[in-house]
């Protein structure tokens, strides 16, 4: 994939296979670097990619192709969603620092997980069963246990408006 953001002058040729959805990319500070996290839609894969010399951080491999990353900056953990296949049920949290899994979350083994979205202060996730006997679960962001489940019609994207309009770090925009 060839990055061009200015007109007629490539920035970097970066090796992102398996489609990726950078609409759905975040990014964060690293070490003293902005970094962003691509998932990948026809591959269990997330690419971390520094934005200052647009060079590969690291391939993280995830149990199947996920569709959605979100994080806060009161979180240290990226949580990203495997959207297809047969492990559609499970959430991947990672440790933005070390880029790490330190826990895969997996509330309702069978049915599609996905999109989490994180309340104003970071403190809780809220994460979709994107099903017809759906839910959204709100989970404690720092110990990942389950504190509330609201039964829900396929519950798609949950948006705050917050996060969007101050551009909160891992929130993609």
């Known amino acids: 994939m060839v990055v061009n953001l200015d007109v007629g002058r490539e ?3 970066l090796p992102l296979p398996g489609m990726p959805h950078l609409g759905s990319g975040i990014s964060w500070m690293r ?3 902005r970094v962003m996290a691509v ?3 026809n591959e269990g894969r997330i690419s971390i990619i520094d934005m ?3 060079s590969q951080v690291k391939v993280i491999e995830t149990s199947g192709p996920g569709f959605f990353l979100r994080s806060h900056a009161g979180t240290p953990y990226l949580w990203a969603d495997v959207f297809t296949g047969p492990n559609k049920g499970q ?3 990672i440790d933005k620092q070390s880029l790490e899994v330190v826990k895969v979350l997996e509330p309702e083994p069978g049915k599609t997980v ?3 979205e994180f309340t104003k202060d970071g403190r809780f996730a ?6 017809m006997d759906g839910a959204v679960i709100v989970y404690d962001a ?3 246990k389950e504190i509330s489940r609201l039964p829900m019609v396929k519950p798609s994207g949950k948006y705050n408006v917050w996060n969007k309009i101050t551009f909160e770090d891992g929130t993609s925009h």
């Open 52 to 54: 200052t010399d647009w």
């Open 91 to 93: 959430m991947h949290i």
């Open 114 to 116: 996905a999109h989490t």
């Open 11 to 13: 920035i970097a040729t």
């Open 31 to 33: 070490d003293g670097h």
């Open 39 to 41: 998932p990948h839609l």
């Open 142 to 144: 720092a110990t990942f």
């Open 126 to 131: 809220l994460v979709s069963i994107w099903e």
